[in-house]
Each structure stands twice: as structure tokens, then as C-alpha cells.
Nanobody, 118 residues
Framework: VQLQASGGGLVQAGGSLRLSCAVSGSFFTIDNMGWYRQAPGKQRELVATVTSSGTTNYADSVKGRFTVSRDNAKSTVYLQMNSLKPEDTAVYYC?????????????WGQGTLVTVSS
């Protein structure tokens, strides 16, 4: 199983970006999917998650600005980021809880850099 993230880049404060992360490979189902980020010198932190039924959860710092969604048919999770701030600058990682026939495990994407200039 592989997770391929895309959509990062450089944007001015107040701008928007949309991240995508597609899961490929052989598996039974995908449970929770989500996005985490790691800024320079800081620990990785949760940004947003979405369950297989569409229930979402957000970090307080992004509530009202970011929207997480998923397309189960495409095995893809998205992160729409609006009103971006310089403090949103980080490497963003997607995560997926993958269920196999007799086991389950968490998988990470390779990370995509988001840089917000002031």
C-alpha cells in the first residue's frame, strides 16, 4: 500500500491550497484518513481527520479555515486550506488506517511542503 500526496506549494497569506492523497495497492478497507503537519523544529501534529462515514475532527488552530473530505471510490483524502497563515507553513503528511483481511496498520504519505508567505 502506498499513499501519494500532492498539492503543496508556496502561497501568500490569505490564500488557498488543496492537498490530495491517494491510496493505492491491495487492501480490504480504509478506516480513518487524515492530515498531520510538522513545522521546522516542532513535533508532528494532527490537522484533521475523517472517518469512513464522513465524521470529521479538526485541530483548533484550523477550525473554520480547513476542510477535510474523502472520496471512498477513489481512495483519496483531501484537505482544502483557506485563509492560510504563515504559521500554517509545514510539511503536511497524509495518514490512512488500512484494514487487511486479518490485520490493520497505519500508513503515511511522503509529505508535501506548504509554505505561506507573509
Amino acid at each position: 500500500v502506498q499513499l501519494q500526496a500532492s498539492g503543496g506549494g508556496l502561497v501568500q497569506a490569505g490564500g488557498s491550497l488543496r492537498l490530495s492523497c491517494a491510496v493505492s495497492g491491495s487492501f480490504f478497507t480504509i478506516d480513518n484518513m487524515g492530515w498531520y503537519r510538522q513545522a521546522p523544529g516542532k513535533q508532528r501534529e494532527l490537522v484533521a481527520t475523517v472517518t469512513s462515514s464522513g465524521t470529521t475532527n479538526y485541530a483548533d488552530s484550523v477550525k473554520g479555515r480547513f476542510t477535510v473530505s474523502r472520496d471512498n471510490a477513489k481512495s483519496t483524502v483531501y484537505l482544502q486550506m483557506n485563509s492560510l497563515k504563515p504559521e500554517d507553513t509545514a510539511v503536511y503528511y497524509c495518514n490512512a488506517d488500512i484494514a487487511y483481511r486479518y490485520s490493520r496498520s497505519a500508513h503515511w504519505g511522503q509529505g508535501t511542503l506548504v509554505t505561506v508567505s507573509s
